[in-house]
């Protein structure tokens, strides 16, 4: 079956005209022609009939794509009674026809579709787009859920890490992709070209970003690199344009200060961790005076957490004063210091994302800066404050388990210290 059809693509591509392997002509519905590429008729002529769904779906409205979600979601789902029959059989008798027909079963005939809709060049792309319509919908539609299950299943394992190609950005990259460096770029805006090339023609710089064979032109996520001499307290001083540039052989540290996920249909399947591991692997190899790995972090949610922060009888009176600009740097830096180690979901992980991400990858936090972000997005997020996560390769795997199993979070003594300072700003005594 799988061998016709194989064959049934190869011909259909080597002898079908384009308008063919396209069926613009064929005046199904759409749910129509997902039910012909899941039968007979698709193994035979698989590749016309994926093409002309995913054309088809290009064009339809909103409205018609809430329609074909629900289609989805609803008709392609699992035969729930089907599946209680067989796992009994199963339970019963356990051999390889048991097995095989719970598993045929336990699988919703949508991951299949998927998979078919898979076939022709761009296929993969135009799924991953696919999704991020589905995305949108998840509010309004929380049933969606079960598609989106099945979406992320299968994207996982089209992106996991033995498909994933790493490529140094350099400024000799092709044009079409530093456009979408500039573009893709979430956490400290590239605002021209000259200000890309000085983050990636100087000696000191490094741009590293994954790739997939299928989306050659498009990167999945990418990290930016500075080679210093010294922990940065200041993305100021990194992007600055006055900076003199540092050989790469004098370098003693590597700064990972900014990683930004470019798929929006990818999101929920995590690239950074193998990206910041194999990046390290790489600079290591290329520059060997490199033996510290720090991150120069945003703090997302500090200025979030200090709103809410006035039932408490000390850190209300600090944060109101951070909150109005009167307090000193050294609260500043202390309470950011409580926020990452103290500020927990009900989960027991913290509450800043960026946080989790790389405690979860087996970093510590290292050291607090303040004045380091004076953007007008630095100030807004987090006054200012910055944060470097240190990745000690012999501790990463320790801190990782000790983060995920227990949700205890690695920091220096440097930190611990800072949010456990006695502050400056005192509560203001109440009359009786």
Known sequence: MQRNWFLGDLLAQLFDRPDQIRGKDDDRSITELCEALLSAEGEVSGFKLASTVLDRYRSLSDEDRVSFFQYLNEELDIDAEQVANVAGQYAKNRNIDAFNALSAAAEPRRQELLRRLNQPTGATQDLVAMRVDLLKLLKTHPDLRRTDFDFVHLL????????????????????????????????????????????????????????????????????EVALTGTVPGSIDDVLSEERDPLEA?????????????????LAGISFGNLLIKQVVAELARDVPSVQTFVTLSPIPGFTRWLETQNDHEVHGQVANAILAGAAPSEDLRAMAARYLLTAKREDGVPVDPVARFHLGNGAEVHDVHTNADTSRNGMAQSYGTMVNYLYDLKLTEQNHEDFVVHSRIAASRLVQSLASAELITKPKETSA
């Not at 021209?192 to 590293?208: A, I, Q, V």
């Not at 052989?249 to 249909?265: D, M, P, R, W």
């Open 249 to 265: 052989s004098l370098a003693k540290v590597a700064v990972f200060y900014s990683i930004s996920n470019c798929q929006k249909g």
């Open 156 to 223: 996982r394992s089209w992106f996991n890490r033995g498909f994933l190609v790493l490529k140094q950005i350099s400024w000799d990259t092709p044009a079409r992709i530093l456009d979408k460096i500039v573009a893709y770029e979430a956490v400290h805006q590239i605002s021209d070209l000259e200000d890309l090339r000085r983050r990636l023609y100087p000696p000191d710089r490094r741009c590293f970003a994954f790739f997939h064979p299928s989306m050659p032109d498009e990167p999945l996520i990418f990290v």
